[in-house]
């Protein structure tokens, strides 16, 4: 059982727009969901996150929205870039020192 | 954030064969992840290595196919065991640190 669902699985965005991934979960324990990013040959790194208890947080063009009735939360990525182009990765935690569990991932390719 | 150093970043292997991967922190953390990843999936995490006792293994991963050692709070290693193609992956370790979770660069593993 997937314990966070990511979509879509791959998304091609034009440079300047708006690119948007989703990320649904069932586990209300959850209270650490953070957005990494990797490229090719690299390891996943960390984008930005948010804690349940904080609807919106924005770090340059990287915002994430989070939604606890619906247990949703997003990754918008303003003017996208083409350097943007990367694999996506949402996660979530349970309280305390435990392991991320991971989205499937979504592969952005933004074009010019 | 902490900084991880993981070694080695690749190597290709003879089946049947073991492989001992390396993570070094630059601070002290109490847990330690291993994860892995295969070509183009998400990542699943192995086991959490908790300094001074067994490592906790996720289900489909075992003791004696991916031994860990954690030795102080600074270090840790995964070994593949009596490797098969299927064993072929990337592996990552990851910390919890004061920024956030953090990942090695991974070490991409062929067996042949």
């Known amino acids: 059982q997937q314990q966070v669902k990511q979509s879509p699985q791959s998304l091609i965005v034009q440079k300047g727009g708006i690119s948007i991934i989703n990320c649904a979960y069932e586990n209300t324990a959850f209270d650490y969901f953070p957005w990494y990013q990797q490229f090719p040959g690299k390891g996943p790194a960390l984008l930005i996150a948010i804690r349940p208890d904080v609807s919106e947080k924005k770090e340059g063009r990287f915002t994430i929205s989070f939604n606890k009735s619906a247990k949703q939360f997003s990754l918008h990525i303003m003017d996208s870039q083409p350097g943007d182009s990367a694999t996506y990765f949402c996660?979530?935690?349970?309280?305390?020192?435990?392991?991320?569990?991971f989205g499937k991932g979504t592969r952005l390719s933004v074009i010019a | 954030s902490a900084v991880i150093s993981q070694k080695p970043s690749r190597d290709i292997c003879q089946r049947g064969t073991s492989l001992t991967i390396q993570c070094q922190v630059d601070?002290?953390?109490?847990?330690m992840f291993w994860y892995r990843q295969q070509p183009g999936q998400s990542l699943t995490l192995i086991a959490t290595?908790?300094?001074?006792?067994?490592?906790?293994?996720e289900s489909g991963f075992v003791i004696d196919k991916f031994p860990i050692s954690r030795p102080n709070l600074t270090f840790s290693t995964l070994t593949v065991s009596n490797m098969s193609p299927e064993d072929s992956s990337i592996y990552l370790c990851?910390?919890?640190?004061?920024?956030?979770?953090?990942f090695g660069s991974g070490t991409r593993l062929t067996v042949v």
């Open positions: 996660a979530a935690r349970n309280s305390g020192n435990t392991p991320l569990v």
């Open positions: 990851s910390v919890d640190g004061a920024q956030g979770y953090t």
């Open positions: 290595a908790n300094q001074g006792s067994e490592a906790t293994y």
């Open positions: 601070s002290q953390v109490t847990m």
